[in-house]
């Protein structure tokens, strides 16, 4: 992560998007999980080499960026951040595999070109679903959606207050951070003698939080027990939208609709 | 060290999940029969250091390059294996989320790996073995070097064998450890040595949350090892399961369909929506040899999915079409390709557009 | 109505390290006062608001609300009738919107749904932060962040409120508006504050702690202008009884 802030202020945008106002975004979050759930599960259950199957799948995203009205460049600027480890272990196809796939007059394209960038597809489609989840849905409201789903309770709990205190904590540690870095004259990063002090006095200053915070849910009559209330009604729309988009997922998934515009394209060209 | 959904097939990824899943709920049951509702924002705010702590670098001595505390061996130590657990599986679906860090059906995966593994497996059969009854400083501080170590072994190996399996990646095994067992050895290293620092520096500062973690045990709960074993067993049976359906039915999402809509043989059918499109279809194909059929074999060809044996049968199958057809099929797939991006970006900007002037 | 009295007989607190936080504090708090906890940082302030709902157990000595003395058995009933509000609203604040917050108190309650709704929005609105209901805790502004973390213990109408630094970390635009909004309360009140100027204007009574035990209990204004005791208790006069500097200095 390069500067605490800046990832700090990322995560907050990402958060902020969720408090749109479209139609979408009032959708039962429920809904939203599992047509995600549903994409994703299409997508990886491509083989390999397949790339041009892959293009269609992209009409979810987009249209899901349009209709919740989240800003394009932010999502496509986040999926260009590829995990590196994606990168790192996709890399090797090409050298690896070096089967000819494909021939374009004189040039042949090897299977591990065609793996790595159909890898590069597979992640570009499942981080930015995610995203985009998150970005219509709302984090407690996925919390919500995944209990209702049958996620136990305890850890629905436990999703709920690490995403409370996440925003504290980091600003916390943002401000030790500072401090270091503002005695640590020009020096990157410090050593590893003031480090574990430093992490230690965090965690027990995040010890001390949590029992304020409990002494503070007991005076409030907690005993054990977290009443959620029921904001959503899985309607109509939700099962029209679950439905239409498993549909869409289904066909595109069974038939390779790139191959099929590109013969009929073929085919009307003179 | 975040695993990923593009190298995840269904099937590993499914098993995955599953035995994650089924680690959160019985760890969740097992916190709830604690009755200890102090953990319940402890674990929280806990989950919350662990992203401050990660945004906190150092700098690695003779190399220059920064680190951070990674933490699963740290909370397991503080709170246990059962809440621990909790608390690094909620951590990385947060990062799944809003980091894009491996994405959601790559989580199975990650929290075994980054979960499981420490808390389940490293700390109960490494660090309390060590540690005994009586924590010292100094069996305290070895204990943790060395789960630090193992477990920064053990959950990489897991990545590998979970990328192999899915046979989205093209590398072979002894390359793939080489490349990563040594990496995760120094990391590992670095991760005990903080995790010491920071556990001796509570150990001095406030030494009753420690004691209170180590002398903690798991109310009339059988033994950790059992389960562990149960859910090793599970993992085992869920993988291969998925995995000799997914290898005799090379294309898992097929096949379920099959399975659920009762027809044997979805591409031979004619009716519906699908026949219509495959008669659609063989009256726009002009190229020669340019068949649906023949579409589907690579997909066969790529999806082992634990399979090995079937990786290496899979050249002879691609030479088989490896003549003028595969140019026909390869430019009109490229081609249709482009025009369904440019139509589906056109689509959303147009969806856009409209919203905009609503 | 006699819900509303608080009483400390000879409170005695050692915490497990050996410190002696409490000795021998006793005092009679009756309905509809407005009193102020003040002494010096590690005077006892806190150890004596924490058993004001039972957070923690004296060592020796007992506390009653109304009729009723602080036991393990009473503890829920008393906790209804005390509202406490932490120092840090960040403490306070741990669900994930306004509302879940405020509604938290009253669903532990059992409050059935819609009576449990007519409470938050009375809190709210009582707090004037209704319009914040949706917003999560941490996109609201510290003087927000106070006003709603009152609402979280309004909404279980308790009938004494225990407050810790309300007015610490605002700014004093923030700072005006509570103090405009806590003197409206009828409740019992009990602050505890290094704010002596806020404490001279909505307390009419002040105890001062001094190293676990009580030195003096009176009317705010005699107290504030007993230097002597206020020095020995590393106290000082409000700024607004310290006469004006630029003024006295022309005289």
């Not at chain 1, 986040?78 to 790192?88: D, E």
Request: hydrophobic share 50%.
């Amino acid at each position: 992560m390069p500067s605490i802030e800046g990832a700090l202020l990322d995560f907050k945008r990402l958060d902020q998007l969720a408090t749109g106002d479209t139609a979408i975004h009032h959708l039962d979050p429920r809904a939203k999980v599992l047509v995600t759930l549903v994409f994703i599960v299409s997508v990886i259950s491509f083989g390999r080499y397949e790339l041009t199957a892959m293009a269609p799948f992209f009409i979810f995203p987009v249209v899901m960026v349009a209709l919740g009205n989240l800003p394009p460049l932010y999502i496509v600027k986040k999926i260009m951040l590829l995990c590196p480890f994606v990168l790192m272990v996709g890399v090797f196809n090409p050298i690896f595999d070096r089967t000819i796939l494909v021939q374009f007059g004189p040039i042949g394209i090897s299977g591990g070109w065609i793996s790595f960038a159909s890898i590069i597809a597979r992640s570009a489609l499942t981080v930015s679903v995610a995203l985009i989840l998150v970005g219509l849905t709302g984090f407690p409201a996925i919390c919500w959606a995944l209990e209702r789903l049958g996620m136990p309770q305890a850890f629905a709990v436990q999703l709920v207050f690490l995403y409370r205190y996440i925003f504290v904590l980091t600003d916390e540690g943002a401000r030790m951070a500072r401090a270091r870095e503002l005695r640590s004259f020009g020096v990157k990063g410090l050593g590893m003698k003031a480090y574990g002090p430093l992490l230690g006095h965090l965690l027990l200053r995040t010890w001390s939080r949590a029992e304020r915070i409990h002494m503070a849910m007991l005076t409030r009559g907690f005993t054990g027990e977290f009443h959620t209330r029921n904001e959503f009604r899985f309607g109509k729309r939700e099962i029209l939208f679950l439905l239409g988009w498993t549909a869409v997922f289904a066909l595109l998934r069974l038939n390779n609709c790139s191959q099929l515009c590109g013969a009929l394209f073929i085919r009307i060209l003179p | 060290m975040h695993m990923a959904d593009a190298l995840l097939s269904p099937a590993v990824g499914g098993a995955m999940w599953a035995v994650s899943a089924g680690a959160i709920a019985f760890s969740s049951q097992k916190v709830r029969k604690e009755l200890d509702d102090r953990k319940v924002p402890l674990m929280g705010v806990l989950g919350a250091f662990l992203f401050a702590a990660q945004m906190i670098n150092f700098t690695i001595p003779a190399t220059g390059s920064s680190g951070h505390l990674g933490g699963g061996l740290l909370l397991t130590i503080l709170l246990g294996p059962h809440a621990a657990f909790l608390t690094i599986a909620s951590v990385l679906v947060v990062q799944a989320l809003f980091f894009a860090d491996g994405g959601l059906l790559a989580l199975g995966c990650n929290i075994f790996n980054m979960g499981f593994i420490p808390a389940f497996i490293v700390y109960p059969l490494i660090h309390k073995r060590i540690v005994g009854n009586e924590p010292s400083q100094a069996r305290l501080a070895a204990a943790t070097m060395l789960s630090a170590i193992i477990g920064l072994q053990l959950g990489p190996f897991g990545v590998v064998l979970e990328t192999l399996f899915s046979g989205i990646s093209s590398l072979p095994f002894s390359t793939f450890v080489l490349l990563m067992q040594p990496i995760h050895l120094a990391i590992g290293i670095i991760e005990g040595v903080v995790t010491v620092a920071v556990v001796s520096f509570v150990f001095k500062a406030r030494p009753e949350i420690l004691k209170g973690a180590l002398e903690a045990r798991p109310i009339g709960g059988q033994p950790v090892r059992n389960v562990v074993l149960t859910f090793l067993v599970a993992a085992f049976l869920a993988g291969g399961v998925v995995s000799w359906y997914a290898s005799k039915n090379p294309d898992g999402l097929e096949w379920a369909i099959t399975k659920v809509t009762g027809k044997a043989d979805l591409e031979g059918s004619k009716q519906g929506l699908h026949g219509a499109l495959a008669a659609l279809q063989e009256a726009t194909a002009f190229l020669p040899d340019y068949s649906f059929k023949k579409s589907a074999e690579p997909k066969e060809a790529a999806m082992p999915a634990g399979e090995l044996k079937k990786d290496q049968a899979r050249p002879q199958g691609e030479q088989k079409k490896d003549d003028g057809s595969k140019l026909g099929t390869s430019v009109s797939g490229l081609l249709g390709s482009l025009m369904v991006l440019v139509l589906a970006f056109l689509c959303g900007f147009l969806l856009k557009k409209r919203g905009q002037a609503v | 109505m006699s819900h509303h009295i608080v009483e400390v007989k000879d409170l005695h607190h050692v915490y497990p390290d050996g410190t002696v936080a409490l000795d021998g504090v006793s005092f009679r708090i009756t309905h509809g006062e407005s009193v102020a906890l003040i002494g010096a940082n590690g005077a006892g302030k806190s150890t004596l608001m924490l058993h004001l709902n039972g957070y923690l157990t004296p060592s020796s000595g007992e506390v009653r609300i109304g009729d009723t003395p602080l036991t393990r058995s009473t503890l829920p009933e008393i906790r209804r009738t005390v509202g406490v509000v932490f120092q840090d609203p960040d403490d306070q604040l741990f669900m994930p919107t306004v509302y879940d917050d405020v509604a938290f108190g009253p669903l532990n309650q059992g409050l059935p749904g819609p009576e449990a709704e007519q409470r938050v929005m009375q809190a709210l609105e009582r707090v004037g932060a209704a319009h914040l209901r949706c917003k999560p805790p941490y996109r609201l502004s510290g003087g927000e962040k106070k006003r709603v973390a009152i609402a979280t213990v309004l909404s279980m109408s308790p009938d004494i409120l225990v407050m810790d630094e309300p007015t610490s970390g605002l700014d004093p635009y923030a700072r005006r508006q509570l103090l405009a909004l806590l003197s409206d309360f009828h409740h019992t009140k009990i602050f505890t504050s290094h704010d002596l100027d806020m404490v001279l204007e909505l307390c009419d009574r002040t105890i001062v702690l001094h190293e676990g035990k009580i030195r003096a209990d009176g009317p705010t204004r005699d107290i504030f202008r007993d230097d002597a005791l206020l020095a020995q208790c590393r106290l000082e006069r409000p700024f607004s009884m310290q006469g004006c500097p630029v003024c006295s200095q022309r005289s």
